[in-house]
C-alpha cells in the first residue's frame, strides 16, 4: 500500500520515490505527496516522473493515478512526484475553513443536515438540508468563525485508528472532527474569511466560502 506521506507533511511538495504498479495509463507508488480527491476536497495537480497527472483516485484504501498515453513508466522506476503547491496550499485554507463553518452551524442549528460539500481552488461551500435561509445568520457566523481564525491555535491532525487509516482534526477549545484532508499547521493560516448564502432550491442552503490574505 501506498505511504501517504501528505498526512506525515501536507506541506511537502516533491518526492522521490518508485513506482509500484503500472496497469495501462494507471500507476501507484510505493509513497506519495500526490493528494487525490476526498471528503469534496479536489485532487491535487502535478507531475510524475515528469508527466502530467491526469487524474488521481482513492480504490479503496490505495492511490492510482492516471498519466497521458505514451508515459513509459514501468514497475521499479525511481520517479519524482512534483505537485502544484499553490494550489494545494489554497485547497488547505478552504478546505479548514469549511470545517468551521460546519462544526459553528451544527452547533447553532440542531438537526440541520449536512448533504453536500466541495473545496475548490477559488472556493469552497457546504450544502445544507433546511428549510429556512441562513442570511440572518451569515453575519454572526463569520464573527464567530474569524473569531476562531484570529485566535491561530495549533491545529492538531492524527490517526484515531491508524490500522484503518482512519484520521482527524482537532484545536483545543473548540472541537475534534473526524477528517482524512490534509490539514493546516494554525488556524491563522486560513487568512480573512467571507461567506455568502445561496439559496438552491427545494429546502437546500448553501454556503459559499472565500477567503483572503490578511493585509
Known sequence: MTDKLFWQDPYRTTLTTRVA???GLDVTLEATVFFAESG????????????????????GRELVYTLPPGHALEAGDTVTVEIDWPRRYKLMRLH???EIVLELVTRRLPGVGRIGAHIGED????????????TPMLAELTR???AVIDADSAIVSAFADEANERRYWEVAGFGRV??????????????????????????KERIEIHVFDKI
Open 144 to 146: 464567530a468563525a474569524q
Open 178 to 203: 473526524p477528517c482524512g484532508g490534509t490539514h493546516l499547521k494554525t488556524t491563522g493560516e486560513v487568512g480573512v474569511l467571507r461567506l455568502k448564502r445561496k439559496n438552491v432550491g427545494g429546502g
Open 123 to 134: 472556493k469552497a461551500r457546504i450544502d445544507f438540508a433546511w428549510p429556512e435561509p441562513l
Open 40 to 59: 469534496g476536497q479536489e485532487s491535487d495537480t502535478g507531475r510524475i516522473g515528469g508527466y502530467r497527472v491526469l487524474a488521481a483516485r482513492w480504490q
Open 96 to 98: 479548514f475553513a469549511a
Open 21 to 23: 504498479r503500472v496497469d
